[in-house]
């Protein structure tokens, strides 16, 4: 029996905007505007359906999306109350596959192959996804489910908010053909100005364009890749994490977004949920790592090791701003950002170490040590909560 791979992608709906509705039943029957405030320098982060019927959308400056729809109820985005949201989604999601790889705040790719028996087929499945879900968290996602990771995702596209789409293998090429190439992973602006002299406009057309053709434009590996993805061809891998080489956190965003104040303020806090996850597992790295995604899924990382390990979100912060800022990054919009820490330090440094860096590191770094020293002493976690705490404690600094 030919055994097939079933990926599934399931993407929350305007999720920023749907927590605030779900959390402020005033909000519920109005078009809803997440990101800078009327009146600010800013974009606008999410926009709910509602909102989107006027003309709000993405990246677009605030004060644009407040002339199209002035009676939009308009909010600062409050990220940890959307991160408690989705981490209910993530633990739900687990009760389904145990394979899920998260690709952002709002995003997962499940591995749902051999779960029939358990589940139905790959429609009850999807179905069982978006009922729990909803059910436990007030919160709709749209599901796409084939052979693929690449159909998966275009599958939750496809039907946008509240959609389920189930590809087939045989259905692919149906499902692909009218489809805009604009969809396709990648396609940058060149690209797509390209496509367009071309008269390629469907990927229908793109996969029936000869190869030889396309390598002339586009170059042998884009064109390759581009033919593959118009033939359906893509990875069914996931990648989760099985051994802890590093940790990370990111979050994509809704509206590609350059306002440094809020680019500060989003590593800030992805720079805390690892500093909080590496000081529950007796972590110290020495290497933090600051990943951004351009339009197109351009990524980029930079590292920065650091003289003494932490787990220190203030240190992890700083060191990942300063790459933002000075990693010879190109400046222009970012649609993802993410902050790692690897490297680990488990052992703790002899006395004599301890106090050569001591003079370099904040009296913190030093106190986090010291904690870390009494920890492996006495037991780990002894000391850690209370003192933590204190530490974290914004009104003490
Ligand atoms: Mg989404």
Avoid at 36 to 44: E, N
Avoid at 266 to 282: C, H, T
Avoid at 293 to 319: M, N, P, W, Y
Avoid at 339 to 368: C, K, N, T
Wanted: some cysteine.
């Amino acid at each position: 029996m030919e055994r097939f791979r079933w990926i599934g992608h399931a993407d929350l709906d305007a999720f920023y905007a749907s927590v605030e509705q779900r959390d402020e039943p005033r909000y519920r029957d109005r078009p809803v505007v997440v990101g800078a405030l009327p009146g600010h320098r800013g974009v606008v982060a999410a926009a709910n359906y509602a909102a989107r019927a006027f003309g709000v959308r993405s990246a677009m400056p605030i004060a644009e999306a407040s002339r199209l729809c002035p009676h939009a109820v308009y909010l600062r985005p409050d990220m940890a109350r959307y991160a408690e949201a989705s981490r209910e989604v993530f633990r739900i999601l687990e009760t389904i596959s145990p394979l899920v790889e998260p690709v952002s705040i709002d995003e997962a790719y499940l591995d749902l192959s051999g779960l029939e028996k358990l589940f139905g087929p790959p429609l009850e499945i999807g179905r069982t996804i978006k009922r729990r879900i909803l059910e436990q968290t007030g919160l709709t996602v749209s599901v796409g489910i084939g052979p693929n990771r690449l159909i998966a995702k275009l599958g939750s596209e496809h039907r946008k908010p509240d959609g389920l789409t189930v590809i087939h293998p045989g259905e692919v090429a149906a499902f692909l053909a009218p489809m805009p190439v604009a969809n396709l992973r990648g396609l940058g602006r060149q690209t797509a100005k390209i496509f367009a002299r071309l008269g390629v406009a469907t990927v229908g057309q793109l996969r029936d364009m000869p190869l030889e053709d396309l390598e002339r434009q586009l170059g042998r590996r884009a064109a390759a890749g581009f033919k593959r993805q118009a033939m359906g061809i893509a990875s069914a891998e996931l990648s989760v994490e099985r051994n802890r080489k590093s940790l990370s956190r990111e979050t994509t965003f809704e509206v590609d977004t350059d306002d440094p104040g809020f680019l500060h303020g989003v590593v800030g806090r992805l720079a805390g949920s690892v500093a909080r996850r590496a000081r529950s597992e007796a972590l110290a790295g020495t290497v933090v790592t600051l990943k951004i995604r351009f339009r197109g899924f351009e990524t980029h990382t930079r590292q920065q090791r650091l003289t003494v390990a932490t787990s220190d979100e203030r240190v992890i912060s700083k060191a990942a701003w300063q790459l933002f800022q000075h990693g010879g990054l190109p400046r222009r919009p970012v649609r993802l950002i993410g902050v790692g820490l690897s490297h680990w330090q488990r052992s703790q440094p002899i006395q004599g170490e301890l106090f050569a860096h001591a003079e370099a590191a904040a009296p913190d770094q030093r106190l986090l040590r010291t904690i870390d020293q009494a920890n492996d002493r006495f037991g780990s976690g002894a000391l850690q909560l209370g003192m933590t705490q204190t530490r974290l404690d914004p009104k003490r600094r």
